[in-house]
C-alpha cells in the first residue's frame, strides 16, 4: 500500500516559519517528482510546489515563492516544505502529493494532510 504522511503543521504568527514534513511508504519518493497541494477553509485545492524527480528543479506558486522551500532527504524519504515569513493567506490543509501536475485533477496520491493556521 502507498502512503503519504504529511506532519508539522500548527498554529504560528504572521511573519512565522513552519517546516511540513512529508514521509512515504510503498514508494520511494526521491525516484519520482513530488508536490505540495494546499486547500484553504472555503476553497479548492492549489498546488504549492513541487520538486523535479531528479530534486534539483523545484517549482513554487508565484505567491510563496522566495517564502517557502521545497526539499528532500533520500536517506530519511522525506520531503520538506520550509515555510517562510508566513501569512494569514498561507492558512489552509497541506498536502503532499505524488508527481507534478498541470491540472490539479490529476493528482492521484496524497496524504491526509496537515493544518497550517496563521493568525495573531
Known amino acids: 500500500e502507498v502512503r503519504l504522511v504529511e506532519s508539522g503543521g500548527g498554529s504560528v504568527q504572521p511573519g512565522g516559519s513552519l517546516t511540513l514534513s512529508c514521509t512515504s511508504s510503498?514508494?520511494?519518493?526521491?525516484?519520482?517528482?513530488m508536490s505540495w497541494l494546499r486547500q484553504a477553509p472555503g476553497k479548492g485545492l492549489e498546488w504549492v510546489s513541487a520538486i523535479a524527480y531528479d530534486g534539483v528543479n523545484k517549482y513554487y506558486e508565484k505567491f510563496v515563492k522566495g517564502r517557502f522551500t521545497i526539499s528532500r532527504d533520500s536517506t530519511k524519504n522525506t520531503l520538506y516544505l520550509q515555510m517562510d515569513n508566513l501569512k494569514p493567506e498561507d492558512t489552509a490543509v497541506y498536502y503532499c502529493a505524488e508527481g507534478y501536475y498541470s491540472i490539479i485533477q490529476d493528482y492521484f496520491n496524497w496524504g491526509q494532510g496537515t493544518q497550517v493556521t496563521v493568525s495573531s
Open positions: 510503498g514508494f520511494d519518493l526521491s525516484k519520482t517528482a
